[in-house]
Nanobody
Framework: QVQLVESGGGLVQPGGSLNLSCAASTSRGRIADMGWHRQVPGKQRELVAT???????AYADSVKGRFSISRDNAKNTVLLQMASLKPEDTAVYYC????????????WGQGTQVTVSS
Protein backbone atom coordinates (compact mmCIF):
# COMPACT_ATOMS: atom_id res chain seq x y z
CA GLN A 1 0.00 0.00 0.00
CA VAL A 2 1.17 3.51 -0.88
CA GLN A 3 -0.32 6.79 0.22
CA LEU A 4 0.23 9.89 -1.89
CA VAL A 5 -0.40 13.33 -0.48
CA GLU A 6 -0.41 16.23 -2.91
CA SER A 7 -0.12 19.92 -2.14
CA GLY A 8 -0.04 23.09 -4.15
CA GLY A 9 -2.32 24.01 -6.98
CA GLY A 10 -4.81 26.83 -7.13
CA LEU A 11 -5.54 29.82 -9.30
CA VAL A 12 -2.80 31.66 -11.17
CA GLN A 13 -2.74 34.24 -13.92
CA PRO A 14 -1.38 33.42 -17.37
CA GLY A 15 2.38 33.71 -17.38
CA GLY A 16 2.55 32.96 -13.69
CA SER A 17 4.20 30.15 -11.76
CA LEU A 18 3.00 27.45 -9.43
CA ASN A 19 4.56 24.48 -7.65
CA LEU A 20 2.99 21.10 -6.96
CA SER A 21 4.46 18.68 -4.46
CA CYS A 22 3.64 15.09 -3.61
CA ALA A 23 4.82 12.87 -0.78
CA ALA A 24 4.64 9.09 -1.03
CA SER A 25 4.64 6.83 1.98
CA THR A 26 4.84 3.07 2.16
CA SER A 27 5.51 0.57 4.89
CA ARG A 28 7.26 -1.94 2.65
CA GLY A 29 8.86 -2.15 -0.75
CA ARG A 30 10.20 0.92 -2.47
CA ILE A 31 9.08 3.80 -4.65
CA ALA A 32 10.54 3.79 -8.15
CA ASP A 33 9.32 6.13 -10.90
CA MET A 34 7.25 9.13 -9.87
CA GLY A 35 5.38 11.58 -12.01
CA TRP A 36 2.58 13.99 -12.72
CA HIS A 37 -0.36 13.61 -15.05
CA ARG A 38 -3.29 15.91 -15.72
CA GLN A 39 -6.86 15.61 -16.84
CA VAL A 40 -9.57 17.95 -18.04
CA PRO A 41 -13.25 16.99 -18.15
CA GLY A 42 -14.11 14.91 -21.18
CA LYS A 43 -10.50 14.07 -22.01
CA GLN A 44 -8.13 11.28 -21.13
CA ARG A 45 -5.55 11.73 -18.43
CA GLU A 46 -2.26 12.74 -20.02
CA LEU A 47 1.33 12.53 -18.90
CA VAL A 48 2.96 15.79 -17.87
CA ALA A 49 6.34 14.71 -16.53
CA THR A 50 8.03 11.70 -15.00
CA UNK A 51 11.25 11.10 -13.12
CA UNK A 52 13.04 7.85 -12.36
CA UNK A 53 14.82 7.05 -9.14
CA UNK A 54 18.03 7.95 -11.00
CA UNK A 55 16.56 11.37 -11.83
CA UNK A 56 16.03 10.70 -15.51
CA UNK A 57 13.20 12.95 -16.60
CA ALA A 58 10.67 13.00 -19.41
CA TYR A 59 8.19 15.72 -20.34
CA ALA A 60 5.18 16.15 -22.53
CA ASP A 61 6.04 18.32 -25.52
CA SER A 62 3.46 20.86 -24.41
CA VAL A 63 5.32 21.61 -21.16
CA LYS A 64 8.98 21.27 -22.19
CA GLY A 65 10.97 24.31 -21.24
CA ARG A 66 8.25 25.54 -18.86
CA PHE A 67 7.87 22.76 -16.30
CA SER A 68 10.55 21.07 -14.23
CA ILE A 69 10.24 17.86 -12.22
CA SER A 70 12.54 16.86 -9.38
CA ARG A 71 12.49 14.45 -6.46
CA ASP A 72 13.98 13.69 -3.09
CA ASN A 73 14.55 9.95 -2.86
CA ALA A 74 15.19 10.01 0.88
CA LYS A 75 11.77 11.55 1.49
CA ASN A 76 9.93 9.97 -1.47
CA THR A 77 8.74 13.37 -2.59
CA VAL A 78 8.34 14.78 -6.07
CA LEU A 79 8.09 18.44 -7.04
CA LEU A 80 6.64 19.91 -10.22
CA GLN A 81 7.68 23.49 -10.83
CA MET A 82 5.46 25.14 -13.40
CA ALA A 83 6.31 28.44 -15.05
CA SER A 84 4.94 30.51 -17.92
CA LEU A 85 1.58 28.94 -17.29
CA LYS A 86 -1.05 29.06 -20.01
CA PRO A 87 -4.85 28.72 -19.83
CA GLU A 88 -4.51 25.34 -21.55
CA ASP A 89 -2.54 24.09 -18.54
CA THR A 90 -5.76 24.25 -16.55
CA ALA A 91 -6.56 20.74 -15.32
CA VAL A 92 -6.64 18.46 -12.33
CA TYR A 93 -3.09 17.32 -11.72
CA TYR A 94 -2.41 13.84 -10.33
CA CYS A 95 0.74 12.56 -8.72
CA UNK A 96 1.77 8.99 -9.50
CA UNK A 97 4.23 6.59 -7.94
CA UNK A 98 5.41 3.18 -9.06
CA UNK A 99 5.65 0.92 -6.03
CA UNK A 100 7.81 -2.18 -6.13
CA UNK A 101 7.34 -4.94 -3.57
CA UNK A 102 6.21 -8.47 -4.40
CA UNK A 103 4.92 -6.94 -7.64
CA UNK A 104 4.81 -3.55 -9.34
CA UNK A 105 1.83 -1.28 -9.00
CA UNK A 106 1.17 2.37 -9.82
CA UNK A 107 -0.60 4.46 -7.23
CA TRP A 108 -2.32 7.81 -7.77
CA GLY A 109 -2.91 10.86 -5.62
CA GLN A 110 -6.32 12.40 -5.13
CA GLY A 111 -5.65 15.19 -7.61
CA THR A 112 -5.22 18.93 -7.21
CA GLN A 113 -6.84 21.61 -9.33
CA VAL A 114 -4.71 24.07 -11.27
CA THR A 115 -6.55 26.92 -12.93
CA VAL A 116 -4.79 29.42 -15.17
CA SER A 117 -7.02 32.41 -15.79
CA SER A 118 -6.98 36.18 -15.67
Amino acid sequence: QVQLVESGGGLVQPGGSLNLSCAASTSRGRIADMGWHRQVPGKQRELVATITIDAITAYADSVKGRFSISRDNAKNTVLLQMASLKPEDTAVYYCSALHIAAFKQTYWGQGTQVTVSS
